[in-house]
């Protein structure tokens, strides 16, 4: 009897714990999605979708979105890579924390709006890259960097944390797969995406 009372106990500790455990936080990007939407309309890009890279997440976790204007809600969402910034100087907060700089061979990440420009040939992952051109002071040197869109087999199609994704030299690269989605999606726009880096 004893034992019956002791295991229910430690069951009940168990459930009541789980239950009030907080839930994961969630960023509310409603105000970056509203800001999009009337850029997109202001300089005729696309109005059904745009991407948006939040670079303040840890990049073990899925950081880039595609958020449908039109049903008001992400549709999908993976990984993707941060630059290393390390070329200057030794950066000991590269795996945890995305360092930005728009200077020429940085390795960095540069925060901002794009217009997703030319696709072309890659020799990364599925072969395919595109243009990026930055919109803003924080990121109009992004052509003259060779910072673009692309695939990398070694990025996870999954989350993989508490581990990191690999780092890159500036690119927001996503996985093979989903780079398959983006590409499509892409392929099928007749006007410029955004794709929006904030940090």
Not at 76 to 101: F, I, P, R, Y
Not at 111 to 121: A, F, L, N
């Amino acid at each position: 009897m004893l034992f019956k009372i002791v295991v229910f106990s430690v069951i009940q500790f168990l459930c009541c714990n789980i239950a009030t455990a907080p839930a994961s936080k969630k960023t509310n990007y409603s105000s970056i999605h509203s800001e999009a939407k009337a850029f997109c309309k202001k300089e005729k890009f696309n109005e059904s979708y745009y991407f948006l890279v939040d670079l303040s997440i840890h990049s073990g976790k899925n950081r880039f979105f595609i958020y449908d204007f039109k049903a008001n809600k992400i549709v999908a969402q993976n990984l993707v890579t941060h630059g290393s910034c390390d070329a200057l100087s030794e950066n000991d907060t590269k795996w945890e924390k995305a360092k930005m700089s728009n200077s020429n061979d940085s390795h960095c990440s540069a925060k901002g709006k794009y217009k997703i420009g030319k696709r072309d040939y890659s020799s990364w992952g599925i072969k395919v890259k595109y243009w990026l051109h930055g919109l803003e002071k924080s990121n109009d040197n992004a052509v003259n960097r060779v910072v673009v869109l692309h695939s990398w087999s070694a990025v996870s199609n999954k989350e993989v944390y508490p581990k990191y994704s690999p780092l890159s030299w500036g690119c927001p690269a996503v996985s093979d797969n989903f780079m398959q989605i983006l590409d499509e999606k892409l392929q099928k726009s007749d006007k410029p995406v955004l794709l929006w880096i904030v940090d």
